[in-house]
């Protein structure tokens, strides 16, 4: 659903900008890139895992989608329509 969509991509964005703050912040403090890298790429798999997956609280609000329809009544009606015939000028 697309309330769901919205809610993952928030929590997505949300925890990407979190741990980049924190990953600048602790890099710029001990001095060491790498230590920021890490800590980006470590939120970056815990939003993976939090928003991947189809948790249930993304499936709250479902599509209501239209009832099936059985493909013989197109066949019939087609077949039912009579050949537009064109008037030679």
Known sequence: DYK???L???IF?????VS????FI???ITEQFGWTVYIVMAGFALSCLLTLPPW?????NP???LPV???GTEEKKAAERKPKRHSKS
């Not at 964005?13 to 900008?17: C, S, T, V």
């Not at 980049?20 to 990953?23: K, P, R």
């Not at 249930?56 to 709250?60: A, E, F, I, N």
């Open 4 to 6: 769901g969509q919205k």
């Open 20 to 23: 980049a703050v924190i990953g």
């Open 69 to 71: 329809q059985e493909s």
């Open 13 to 17: 964005q949300g925890i990407i900008l």
């Open 8 to 10: 993952a991509e928030q």
């Open 63 to 65: 599509l209501k989608w």
């Open 56 to 60: 249930p609280m993304y499936r709250r």
């Open 26 to 28: 602790y890099g710029y």
